[in-house]
């Protein structure tokens, strides 16, 4: 049984989240709800689905058509899959990294290698920048390769992630990439936040009482929190995948799954962290250069970049580009709270402040996402149907179904109204909070960059736009 190093978490003197809830209402007291989730089907039965769908996509990348636009592995990785995940977040927090592909074979590592190590200080230290840096790597490696535009190149992506995955399965146990290097695991931790349902504990005073502690360690039956998660003082959705495991392990039955106030959790936070923060900026860069990547504005700026400065490579303009959007935008949010703390807090005030700037980053990349979607999403469907029939991908392809044109997105800009209102007013709440190291008055720099952002996203949807980055 793996030590539990809980104690002094157990110890801090934290509401129930029970306590400041608005809502509160357990979806477990469903019975049908709770009959699946402690079910063996439940995530079983998700997991083998996206197993077989994952070995379609590495066959048919590896051995059909090396056209995207008929190949099953682009076409149902990057037009489906990929658009449909962060809304998959904000309805159901981390539900996906259950679901994963890479959850089995992990599984079977660790059943093969009973590894008996539990991550050390380094990951748990430095976790979070390890997995920004990954997320930088295959945001840049993406536009260096054209990945999303190959079957081989996706195909070998996902190859890779799944090989990277099971060596550190082989090392540590539980799931210390999913929890501290997977490169998705950036951004679908920090929008499991906004999530309108969070696992939590029920009852401090059930757990405090509880000598098994068998969400974390696990039971005879059921293993231990894959995330290394206690519920007992968990207030946070980041890194719960809502595997289900401590709902069947609880003895006491004192964990809820409970609809909440969407977006809350990104004030009520206890522990912000600075590499949260860290990759909170690093999303607005990502975010922001996806979509500048689909205007016609951008080929104009590298053309202008190409033509007009030393530069004369299309990848090395595009990198010095990206790193220095990069240190831009962090330099600014540097200054930014600088400006915003109390003396000597700017750190807390780095972290705290971080999370109020999701809503917006969220909120373009719903709207990002959703404009392939409903564009590339029919043919992307054909597409896959297609492939399965014609496995080698030799026969003549079919015409497409037409997607919607999405050419003209000055309707997305209700959305991102909404994502940067939903940013200020968690900037105002997260002011309110002694330990966000601002002192009175002090909000008004974050309000100031929000609002500039704000103002720049809205205007990126305004620009006409090609559907797929190319270059
Ligand atoms: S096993 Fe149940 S009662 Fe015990 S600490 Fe975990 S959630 Fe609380
Ligand atoms: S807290 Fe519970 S549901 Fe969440 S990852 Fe841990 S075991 Fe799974």
Redesign the pocket.
């Known amino acids: 049984m793996p030590a539990l190093k809980i104690k002094s978490q157990s110890q801090r003197a934290r509401p129930s989240p029970r306590a400041v809830d608005a809502w509160g209402w357990d979806l477990l007291a469903i019975k049908p709800v709770r009959r699946f989730m402690v079910s063996r089907w439940y995530p079983g039965a998700f997991q083998a689905i996206s197993l077989v769908l994952f070995g379609m996509v590495v066959y048919f990348g590896l051995f059909s058509t090396i056209r995207p636009a008929y190949n099953f592995a682009t076409a149902v990785t990057w037009n489906l899959w990929w658009p449909l995940l962060p809304l998959s977040l904000v309805l159901m927090g981390r539900m996906w990294c259950t679901i994963c592909p890479l959850v089995p074979p992990i599984e079977l590592a660790q059943r093969l290698a009973n590894p008996t190590r539990m991550p050390g200080q380094f990951l748990r230290r430095y976790g979070v920048w390890l997995m920004g840096l990954t997320f930088i790597f295959v945001t840049w490696a993406n536009r260096m390769w054209s990945i999303i535009s190959s079957p081989r190149a996706t195909a070998l992506l996902l190859l890779a992630l799944l090989g990277l995955a099971v060596v550190v399965a082989v090392l540590y146990k539980r799931r210390a990439f999913c929890r501290y290097i997977c490169p998705i695991g950036t951004f679908t931790g920090l929008y499991a936040m906004t999530a309108a349902v969070e696992l939590r504990?029920n009852?401090a005073a059930?757990?405090d009482g509880?000598k098994?502690?068998?969400?974390?360690r696990g039971s005879d039956t059921v293993g231990g929190c894959p995330l290394y998660q206690?519920?007992?003082t968990m207030d946070s959705n980041r890194n719960c995948n809502l595997c289900g495991q401590?709902i069947k392990?609880?003895?006491?039955g004192?964990?809820e799954l409970r609809l909440r106030t969407p977006g809350r959790e990104l004030w009520l936070l206890g522990t912000p962290l600075l590499g949260e923060a860290f990759l909170v900026m690093m999303l607005v860069v990502v975010v922001y250069m996806q979509t500048a990547d689909m205007t016609t504005a951008w080929a104009d700026y590298m053309r202008w970049l190409l033509g007009n400065t030393a530069l004369v490579d299309y990848n090395l303009a595009f990198t010095l580009t990206f790193v220095a959007a990069i240190l831009a935008v962090m330099g600014i949010y540097l200054l930014v709270t600088r400006w915003a703390s109390a003396p000597g807090a700017w750190r807390r005030n780095f972290a705290a402040f971080g999370y109020a700037y999701i809503p917006l980053i969220l909120a373009v990349h719903l709207g990002h996402n959703f404009t392939h979607l409903v564009s590339e999403g029919p043919k992307a469907l054909s597409a896959a149907f297609w492939s399965v029939l014609n496995p080698l991908g030799t026969a003549t392809a079919p015409v497409q179904a037409a997607g919607i044109p999405m050419l003209n997105q000055a309707w997305m800009v209700p959305l991102v109204l909404l994502g940067g209102t939903g940013s200020l007013y968690t900037a105002w709440r997260i002011s309110q909070k002694p330990a966000s190291g601002g002192g009175k008055g002090k909000l008004l720099p974050h309000l100031i960059f929000l609002l500039v952002l704000t103002v720049l996203f809205v205007q990126l949807f305004l620009l006409p736009m090609n559907l797929r980055h190319a270059h």
């Open positions: 504990s009852s059930t757990c509880c098994g502690k068998e969400c974390y206690y519920t007992r401590c392990s609880c003895p006491h004192a964990v």
